[in-house]
């Protein structure tokens, strides 16, 4: 599906400007802890970036529903997961950082879809 790699193209570019925003636009902004959650939101939107990238592909190969659902969780888990930091890191509002959790397990679930829909049917 297309999809997935439009959305995986769109995702690396996001991650990487916002890598550099933080780098070069919220250096001496934020606190240390501030900026050590910023950069971890952009390194598990870019690793799950990746996996967008490899559904995207796989997706010509396996057709199940399965492995559609590991692209949605993803992108799912990009949003809740990355959202909610880079929300946290600027707002300070711990009400974000209660969302992050739910990305991360929207990203172990599509780590699961994924692996099953590869053993399974390649």
């Known amino acids: 599906m297309k999809l997935f790699l439009l959305l ?13 925003f933080g780098a ?3 250096e001496g902004k934020l ?5 050590n959650t910023w950069e971890k939101a952009v390194n598990y939107q870019m690793f799950h ?4 990238l ?7 190969r396996i057709e199940t529903a399965g492995i559609q659902w590991a692209g949605w969780t993803f992108f799912i888990g990009i949003l ?3 959202g909610s930091l880079y929300i946290y890191s600027i707002s300070g509002i711990k009400t974000f950082a209660m ?6 397990v929207a990203f172990l679930i599509g780590w699961v ?6 053993v399974k049917f390649l």
């Open 8 to 20: 995986g193209a769109l995702n690396g570019f996001l991650a990487v400007a916002l890598g550099a």
């Open 24 to 26: 070069h636009g919220l």
């Open 31 to 35: 606190s240390e802890k501030a900026l």
């Open 49 to 52: 970036t990746m996996a967008l």
């Open 54 to 60: 490899v559904t995207g592909l796989l997706i010509t």
């Open 80 to 82: 809740l997961f990355s």
């Open 99 to 104: 969302i992050t959790p739910l990305g991360g």
């Open 113 to 118: 879809l994924l692996g099953y829909a590869v």
